[in-house]
């Protein structure tokens, strides 16, 4: 990435960490079930989380007793980060210029890819951040989700792909389908383990935000793992030869 590059990434970063939408509503919801997920997958000692932002996994991370690096490339966030987690590492860097002192047991990337410039080149990165036998846990929204399809459609949006407004306002680049997000970790050279997926979102955020029980958000989470190809997030947990 060159210089230039680089100073327009941060600068991006910057902009989106100061009106930051990440862990609003029914996002904080997502987010908090992508780590019932992913607990499942854990092993070793070690964590690094790429890409924390508001910090809202970073909690559960942090209180599962194993040591966290908190990799963030927005200054804003990781003034936070540090406030909140003292004995934690935070690291302010972008991804492409991250050199670990260490290998890690555990990367976890959610909400990561569809911001990137490249995706297979942050996960070949990730890839060797990651011990032999260790576990990369990537979740990201689906373009199959049912409440895009049903955009679609509607006529809302032009195609499944297309970036919606709040899309936008998150900073993302790119929609995934469960076979482009497969083909990354391919392209990456490291073999998938499990192919998932969870929340069933028929409506918006908004939507849900005014009229959803949390009881009936839980259901539709668990939902969307019985049926990953049209859930409104999926992943990958895949396992570093």
Known sequence: MSQFTTNEETRRLKDIAADSLYAAGANTDSILHSFEILRRHLSGKTILEMGPAEGVMSPLLYNTGLEVTFLEGAALFCESLRKRFPQAKVVNNLFEEFQPEQLFDNVILGHVLEHVHDPVDIIRRAKQWTKPGGMIFCGVPNARSLHRQAAVIMGLL????????????????????????????VEADIPIEVFGGYWMKPVSNRQIQESWTPEMIKAFMILGERYPDIAGEIYVVARVK
Not at 175 to 184: D, M, T
Request: glycine share 4%; hydrophobic share 25%; net charge negative.
């Open 158 to 185: 032009k195609s499944e792909y297309e970036l919606n407004e709040t899309d936008i306002h998150h900073g993302h680049r790119r929609v995934f389908s469960p076979e482009s997000l497969r083909n990354v970790f």
